[in-house]
């Protein structure tokens, strides 16, 4: 194993470094606790593998995160699963075996590859059975910061998911001394078929932070009686939360940074004076994370694994699934903490930068729980879309038309009355926090339209959903019930979604990239996962340019099962 | 209709509870081979099962002291179920009351379930049985409501509205405000019922939840006879409305 550091004028120094806590650690401790991470304190490398050849192997081992034995889904022995350094324009061969006692698979995300090669149990392949080896073969077309995992069940709950970095062939174009991967998950000791049954039992099970009388006094004091009982009698006849800002929470996850709860502290190491690479990835099932490192200003570079315009703030929201690779500089102190909260404020995963080993900063204190306001639902009626109107042409910030399939829908609780893109809004929680929060309108990928056609036709899909049910589909219809999505093979096509949900939702695309537009329809950036929060419709472009049947869902590890669809993209 | 005592009865209806408790392993496992083909369609939307021991307490009043359950239970998916539901109650360690349900659920709108199936109402006197069709869900301002119309033997009709709301003191601590009404088209002697409004009850119970599951609570019931049912029970020497304490458990998994 070589741990590697990349100098300001790019050339590569590898020192040697051994990862005894990341590797083969069942046979070295006797206790095959991947990572050791919740026990030990302190820096930990994530395990390693590079090369065009890479065989992985999945297995169960047992882990102990917050006390209690329990077994997790690891792979080669580690918990996260390795983490893949690849060349870009390289093509990889990866036996994936499965020592499981049930199905898994793998499907590399983000990546662009023939559909044969995306793991998804179902549409790509049929999974990987027990005792069986399964070859994936495609070449790297892309580089970047992307991350790996299970496409099966609910094994990404348990441990299955890992990073990934292409090195360009190109230079990036920024330089940077040192670079850490970060990545962010959600560890529950429950059982996730048991959670999930919870969850349709009581969907707000897990959610110990509603609001109560004393919330209901201290309104009313502040904004009089009136004020408060209207504020929360319109959320009372919708017979909705507004604290429903996670369906799982800090109450039963144990939030985890390279596999290490924040009590294991995981710690990056940088030299003074340093420039440092963070690759940022929430691999997480269910936890939307707020990130910031106090001290250290970030300035993003990259988003789910793309260039985009540096752009400097101080916290980020990160949906699950995305990847933000930021640059920072520390100085001033020997040791930062990167610092993510869960968006329900229930929970925190932690992390530090130091000079050396077994150093902290101080832990910031959980923000104040925001609740959900009738704006962040899209019912304010006097924020209107307020687009230019051009007669004959469909833009994005144009009014929905919810479908039919919604109306009398035992599965559909509500629809969003005048949602807006709201691409600028950092969010519920971070608005007027005092510090710079990164939003999508931020973000301009450093190079243009990498298609620049106009979207033929508009495909307008709703997120729809019952959260006391628990229930989640697109248009009112579950996976289950629906028809693929048809795309031509070569066209360009516009995806609306609007939100008819009280929650956001990271919508993945597999095989082609999802280009965000603002809202007058001018392209912003590229991604793979586009977070869309409840009261909002966004668009981006999909060029069709990968045949084959294609994944598309809500990358919420217990909604995704009804809010999927398949794309066939067809000759 | 009456050929075996009230015990023997029970022994019948735990027979039955436990035989669907039996065959849950069956019907989940079954459900898993499925799960094991890993289609995310099929994980969506799994076989599931909740029991509610909603209350399970003692009252006491100037009346005496008596104890009482109300047990609810579904086997099902996100939109259809089959529910048993079960109320009774004891004084001095002899049943007053057994009621037991079995519904077939279906929701048909965002906040509303159907409910149609039979009740058999075991004591006092000789069985009766009822066909059963009602609504249940939750109206606006999240109140829980359930109404159930009975059609019995011998053309009797009643009518039963049950709802509560759940007040937050704090996350875990929990007011619960519970009204029921019960309604009959007829007279029956023989049960001390009269035609019309029969009874009203309202109860407050704050409850403690340990955790989700397992909740003690302490509470003050009102109820009150009314009409024919009222004059049945001055007749018989007892008060026709009571007001008790009541200290229970609610367990729910």
Same mark, same amino acid.
């Given at each position: ?81 390795? &983490? ?376 307008? &899909? ?110 | ?253």
């Amino acid at each position: 194993m070589f741990d590697h550091t990349i100098t300001r004028s790019g050339s590569r120094r590898f020192s040697r470094r051994t990862f005894m806590e990341g590797l083969g650690v069942g046979a070295a401790a006797g206790l095959a606790t991947p990572q050791l991470n919740a026990a030990s304190a302190g820096s930990s490398e994530v395990a390693t593998l590079r090369g065009a050849e890479i065989a992985l192997r999945i297995g169960a081992a047992p882990v102990s995160f917050t006390g209690k034995p329990r077994i997790a889904t690891v792979v080669n022995d580690s918990l996260p699963a390795p &983490l893949l350094r690849w060349r870009e324009g390289d093509t990889v061969t990866v036996r994936v075996t499965n020592e499981l006692a049930e199905p898994t698979s793998i499907h590399w995300h983000g990546l662009l590859l023939p559909a044969n090669m995306d793991g998804v149990p179902g549409l790509s392949f049929h999974g990987i059975a027990p005792g069986e080896t399964f070859a994936y073969r495609f070449p790297l077309r892309q580089s970047g910061t992307y991350w790996y995992h299970a496409h099966s069940a609910f094994q990404e709950q348990t441990g299955l998911y890992g990073a990934i970095v292409i090195e360009p062939r190109e230079p990036a174009p920024f330089a940077y001394d040192r670079e850490h991967v970060v990545l962010l998950s959600d560890w529950t000791d429950r059982d996730p078929m048991a959670l999930y049954l919870k969850l349709k039992r009581q969907a707000d099970y897990f959610n110990y932070q509603q609001r109560t009388m004393g919330d209901y006094v201290r309104d009313a004091r502040r904004d009089g009686l009136a004020a408060t009982r209207a504020a929360q009698g319109e959320w009372a006849r919708m017979r909705m939360r507004p604290s429903d800002l996670a369906d799982v929470s800090g109450a039963t996850y144990t939030y985890l940074t390279n596999g290490r709860s924040p009590a294991g502290n995981w710690t990056g190491v940088f030299v003074r004076g340093e420039r440092v690479l963070l690759r940022l990835i929430n691999g997480s099932s269910m936890s939307t994370f707020d990130v910031r490192i106090p001290g250290l200003e970030m300035t993003v570079v990259a988003v789910d694994g793309q260039y985009v315009h540096p752009v400097t703030v101080d916290e980020m929201r990160m949906a699950a699934a995305e990847t933000y690779d930021v640059l920072v500089t520390p100085a001033g102190a020997d040791a930062f903490t990167i610092f993510a909260q869960s968006l329900d404020r229930s929970g925190y995963a932690r992390g530090t930068l130091a000079v050396r080993d077994g150093l902290e900063a101080p832990t910031p204190k959980l923000d104040r729980i925001v609740y959900l306001g009738m704006a962040d639902m899209g019912h304010n009626m006097t924020g209107m879309p307020s687009m230019p109107a051009m007669p004959g042409m469909v833009m994005p910030g144009d009014p929905p038309t919810h479908p039919p399939s919604e109306r009398r829908n035992p599965g559909v609780d509500m629809q969003t009355a005048a949602p807006t893109p709201r691409l600028d809004d950092p969010g519920v929680g971070l608005r007027d926090n005092g510090r710079r929060v990164l939003t999508y309108a931020n973000l301009r990928s450093l190079f243009a339209d990498p298609d620049g056609r106009e979207p033929e036709r508009t495909l307008e &899909l709703h997120l729809t959903g019952h959260m006391e049910r628990f229930m989640w589909s697109f248009d009112g219809v579950p996976y289950e019930k629906a028809e693929p999505i048809s795309l031509r093979y070569g066209e360009r096509v516009r995806f609306k979604l609007v939100n008819d949900t009280m929650m956001a939702h990271p919508i993945h695309l597999h095989g082609m990239w999802s280009d965000l537009e603002d809202e007058a329809g001018q392209f912003l950036v590229r991604k793979h996962t586009v977070n869309i929060p409840p009261g909002t419709q966004r668009s981006y472009r999909v060029t069709a340019d990968a045949l084959g049947r294609w994944a598309y869902h809500c990358h919420l590890l217990y909604h995704m099962n009804g809010m999927f669809r398949e794309v066939r993209v067809n000759a | 209709m009456r050929n075996d005592t009230g015990h023997a009865r029970g022994a019948h209806f735990s027979a039955a509870l436990a035989g669907l408790w039996l065959a849950w392993p069956l019907l989940a496992a079954a459900q898993h081979d499925h799960a094991d083909q890993i289609e995310h369609a099929m994980l969506e939307d799994p076989l599931n099962k909740l029991v509610l021991l909603d209350r399970f307490e003692t009252q006491r009043g100037a009346g005496g002291s008596l104890q009482r359950w109300d047990l609810e239970t579904w086997v099902g998916k996100s939109l259809t179920k089959i529910w048993i539901r079960t109320e009774g109650e004891r004084v001095s360690g002899a049943t007053e009351r057994t009621e037991l349900e079995l519904l077939w659920g279906k929701s048909f709108a965002r906040w509303w379930e159907l409910v149609a199936g039979a009740r058999s109402d075991f004591e006092p006197g000789s069985t009766q049985n009822w066909a059963a069709v009602g609504v249940r869900g939750t109206a606006p301002y999240r109140i829980d409501l359930e109404a159930t119309a009975y059609f019995g033997d011998g053309g009797r009709t009643a009518l039963r509205v049950k709802s509560h709301y759940e007040l937050l003191v704090t996350n875990k601590l929990i007011l619960q405000p519970l009204a029921e009404l019960n309604w009959y088209a007829g007279r029956d002697a023989a049960r001390g019922l009269g035609a019309g409004l029969a009874d009203a009850g309202i109860g407050l119970r704050l409850r403690y939840e340990v955790k989700r599951e397992v909740a003690p609570y302490v509470g003050l019931v009102a109820e009150r006879k009314l009409g024919g049912t009222a004059d049945f029970a001055r007749a018989a020497g007892r008060d026709p409305s009571d007001t008790r304490l009541v200290a229970g458990i609610r367990l729910r998994f």
